[in-house]
């Protein structure tokens, strides 16, 4: 038996869909746990002050923009082929994955001073607008 089927076989076994398919199945579990992670938030922060609200409802729709959630989606890949289940405490870790690599982007979107990010301002941009306030460099 050659090195191919011994793991390309197995992993194919494992996963019976297309690449698009799991891409989409495990999508909607990750975007399920971040909406919900961040609704509590966003109610919380909306009691405590509207400011806070407001600061996490920009969040959730930053994290929510269509992309490609390769890093949070292959967590769950993995674990699903070393486990034959997804459970909740993998679900949650690829959420925190998943607002980490957002964290990042922002961060690369004021290093690289873009403008946009998938299909959206900039977090930063918003942010500026949402409270008036004008960009300045640094």
Do not use: W
């Not at 600061?55 to 486990?83: D, H, I, P």
Request: hydrophobic share 35%.
């Amino acid at each position: 038996m050659n090195l191919e089927e011994n793991v390309i076989k197995p992993v194919c076994q494992i996963i019976p869909m297309s690449y698009v398919e799991v891409l989409e199945k495990f999508g909607s579990l990750v975007e399920t746990e971040v909406e919900g992670f961040l609704k509590s938030d966003i109610d919380k922060g909306h009691a405590y002050h509207p400011f806070i609200g407001s600061n996490y409802e920009l969040t959730k729709e930053f994290v929510l923009r269509r992309g490609k959630r390769l890093a949070s989606y292959s967590t769950l890949v993995a674990y699903k082929g070393y486990r034959d289940e997804i459970d909740r405490s993998i679900v949650r870790v690829a959420c925190g994955i998943e607002l980490y690599r957002h964290c990042i982007l922002a961060h690369d979107d004021v290093v690289d001073q873009d403008e946009m990010r998938r299909g959206g301002q900039r977090f930063l941009s918003v942010l500026h607008r949402l409270h008036n306030r004008k960009p300045r460099m640094v």
